[in-house]
């Protein structure tokens, strides 16, 4: 769209792209298609060891005008079901900063069509790039639909990240329909509630569902949810029971898995958790923050002071030392500060 002028994304795709055809070899093929008001086949079915010529592809993209995710992702899907191979990772990899407007924009329908071809083997990762009119949950949800997987990047570090230094997690699924249950005991527990994934929650009768589409855990790659619990006086046993359920990628065998968690297991204070839960609990309250949540009891300079704190045990940790960075210019913006 023209959009992907804005901001240099285009270019950042391009460069991204680079990165990625760079970890291919003569054992791989790829498709270029690109979509503005329409789509079009910019690269026909090549093989990964014929950099130059993709390369070249890549570097004549141009910013056009609407975005037609729809005819992209027909076009696209169609390449990949021309080069498909079973033995192989079939993926159509969709690149974009704004919503579908042009074409047909229905979710559901475009939900609909990559879940027929995530059934027959080909699979979707997602990407954004932008911001403004960028649709987080649209993408999101094509990725899960596609039994692939979802990502955000706004700079050539990022995207590094994710097709260099990450990429057999991006590009390899190890667990489809990965599903988490926790079912807790009433006896001990006086009420709880999951901080976030509201739009991934599923029906208590949906966990031992296997037509029920659920998300995808690539190789290497965490998952980590968390919950606010609050436990009844002198409460003294089993919390919960965590339940594990997925389809192997390999083996297409269903694995179910279980843990008890019990209340002698429990910290006795936040500083004496492992600093991963800290690290995970201190982002999660900048986003409560952020979304102007109810349960929210304290300020973003709080938020920034235990980030700060807990940057020691990471020295090595980039992304956490730029996630410290924006609490504090958050904080400074909340009040008023440059």
């Not at 991204?16 to 910019?42: C, H, P």
């Not at 074409?103 to 071809?117: A, I, M, P």
């Not at 790659?221 to 389809?247: F, H, N, P």
Request: glycine share 6%.
């Amino acid at each position: 769209s023209g959009s992907m002028s804005a901001e240099n994304r285009l270019e950042l795709v391009k460069d991204s792209l680079e990165m990625l055809v760079e970890r291919m070899d003569e054992r791989d093929e790829v498709a270029i298609v690109g979509f503005e008001s329409s789509a079009y086949t910019v690269l026909r079915p090549t093989n990964a060891s014929e950099t130059y010529q993709i390369n070249r592809a890549l570097k004549g993209l141009q910013p056009g005008d609407s975005t037609n995710v729809d005819e992209g992702l027909r076009l696209g899907y169609s390449a990949a079901d021309r080069m498909y191979c079973a033995e192989c990772e079939n993926r159509v990899i969709l690149l974009t900063d704004g919503v579908a407007n042009t074409g047909e924009t229905d979710v559901n329908d475009l939900k609909n069509f990559v879940s027929r071809y995530a059934s027959s083997g080909i699979t979707l990762t997602g990407i954004g790039v932008g911001m403004g009119n960028f649709n987080d949950v649209l993408l999101e949800q094509l990725a899960d639909n596609g039994n692939g997987n979802y990502y955000y990047f706004d700079t050539l570090d990022e995207a590094r990240e994710r097709f260099v230094e990450k990429f057999v997690s991006t590009m390899q699924v190890i667990a489809y329909d990965a599903k988490v249950q926790v079912e807790f005991n009433p006896q001990i527990v006086a009420s709880y509630r999951l901080i976030g994934y509201e739009n991934r929650q599923l029906d208590d009768s949906d966990f031992r569902d296997d037509s029920v589409d659920a998300g995808e855990v690539g190789a290497g790659m965490a998952v980590t949810a968390l919950y606010e619990v609050k436990l009844k006086s002198e409460a003294d046993g089993r919390i919960a029971t965590i339940k594990m359920r997925w389809q192997d990628a390999d083996t297409h065998q269903i694995t179910e898995k279980d843990t008890d968690f019990f209340s002698n297991e429990l910290s006795n204070s936040f500083g004496q958790t492992s600093p991963y839960f800290q690290r995970a609990a201190v982002v999660a309250a900048y986003a409560e923050i952020l979304r102007a949540s109810p349960y929210v009891n304290g300020t973003l300079i709080d938020v920034y002071d235990q980030a700060q704190e807990l940057s020691d045990q990471f020295p090595e940790d980039e992304k956490f030392d730029e996630f410290v960075t924006m609490v504090l210019k958050s904080a400074r913006l909340a009040r008023g500060v440059e």
